[in-house]
């Protein structure tokens, strides 16, 4: 097979193999929190595929190294994309946490307050039962953000870990600092 035969037939197999990869591009399918990871993913796949069908043509590896490197802008955009609204979504649930938590805090005062004015030993047994229930409550709560906060951690060095595997410690040093981040927020 001459080389321009070479090169048309693995740009078919390449347009072909990545077509719905294209498709999700196109319509912002990546844009979304793990949307990097997902769009690293399926580049690989595509990648993957394309050198058991290609791997021993003539102009396969040019083909393919065109492909990945018209794909890199795009994938830093997710990539920045992906951290932003990964922060968006974060800061809106510690919000609704810190929410929730206030909110039990107030109800824990109004019933510690209507415990002053009540006389009768039952209806103080009952608000002590109710309180301990919000009490318990809201120590799940805070374990349920530590938890979040701890997977949240574990994703973020796993990210780390494939970045300095694959040499990028730029983006290696922007996750530890955003680890570094939700450490911190653990520790509040």
Known sequence: MNEQNSQEDCQARINDLSEGFEKQLKDGGYL????HAKFKQELKTIEEKFKEKCGKQVKAEEVL?????????????ILVADKTLGKVEKAKEQEEIRKRNKDMEAK????????????????????????????????????????KLDQAIKEKEKERDLYKKQGLEEQAKIFQAQIDDLKKQQKK
């Open 65 to 77: 190294l065109t492909y990945l490197n018209s794909k890199e802008e795009i994938g830093a955009t």
């Open 32 to 35: 979304h929190p793990g949307g």
């Open 108 to 147: 824990i005062q109004e019933q510690k307050e209507a415990e002053e004015t009540w006389k009768l030993e039952e209806t103080k047994a009952i608000l002590m039962k109710t309180l301990s229930e919000l009490e318990k409550q809201m120590v799940e709560e805070r374990k349920l953000m530590s938890e």
